[in-house]
T-cell receptor
Framework: EPEVTQTPSHQVTQMGQEVILRCVPI?????FYWYRQILGQKVEFLVS????????KSEIFDDQFSVERPDGSNFTLKIRSTKLEDSAMYFC????????????FGAGSRLTVL | GENVEQHPSTLSVQEGDSAVIKCTYS??????FPWYKQELGKRPQLIID?????GEKKDQRIAVTLNKTAKHFSLHITETQPEDSAVYFC????????????FGTGTRLQVTL
């Protein structure tokens, strides 16, 4: 069964450092998402991406965040200057097309900011 | 925007009993309602979903009901087993071009022997 793959599985960084989280969505999917889950809390939407541009972003997705699809396979989330409160599990997800609502999630990247 | 409320936050049932988790949503444009199961440290996994053109859907021991008028939907698990223990999240979205899922706050289900 096709999977969304994410790297790294866990990253520890110092406050103020930049981090890049990488995702490889399922190959025939067209819609890509990043979600965040702070430990013990609900899954929160960050950003959606379609046709090489951001479709929607949440209040969490401020100027410190950016997304990119640098090639035909990778979808990255960059946090320019990490804060302690950015510590969370970050999930990438993808969806096939507008008629199919089912989101497939990756295994997540745990970010720890010290 | 959409707001999804979920309760209870924790639920403990004995093995073999039924479990019911309820969610309400605010946006009448929402028309897709999935339920995800998340085991500790793992990704959310879709277990069942329902679209607004139906009122109920079943898959073996799991069923979901939807009341569009009242804007609420529920997950029913019958004959619970220890492996059903997990956190369950409801979610809602519409079928817009890049529709996002808005998640509820989660229910921690504990199935005891």
């Amino acid at each position: 069964e096709p999977e969304v793959t994410q790297t790294p599985s866990h990253q520890v960084t110092q406050m103020g450092q930049e981090v890049i989280l990488r995702c490889v969505p399922i190959s025939n999917h067209l819609y890509f998402y990043w979600y965040r889950q702070i430990l013990g809390q609900k899954v929160e939407f960050l950003v959606s991406f379609y046709n090489n541009e951001i479709s929607e972003k949440s209040e969490i997705f401020d100027d410190q965040f950016s997304v990119e699809r640098p090639d035909g396979s990778n979808f990255t989330l960059k946090i320019r200057s990490t804060k302690l409160e950015d510590s969370a599990m970050y999930f990438c997800a993808s969806r096939r097309d507008s008629g199919a609502n089912v989101l497939t999630f990756g295994a997540g990247s745990r970010l720890t900011v010290l | 925007g959409e707001n999804v409320e979920q309760h209870p936050s924790t639920l403990s049932v004995q093995e073999g009993d039924s479990a019911v988790i309820k969610c309400t949503y605010s946006d009448s444009a929402s028309n897709y309602f999935p339920w995800y199961k998340q085991e500790l440290g793992k990704r959310p996994q879709l277990i069942i979903d329902i679209r607004s053109n139906v009122g109920e859907k079943k898959d073996q021991r799991i069923a979901v009901t939807l009341n569009k008028t009242a804007k609420h939907f529920s997950l029913h698990i019958t004959e619970t087993q220890p492996e059903d223990s997990a956190v369950y999240f409801c979610a809602a979205s519409n079928t817009g071009t890049a529709s996002k899922l808005t998640f509820g706050t989660g229910t921690r289900l504990q199935v005891t022997l």
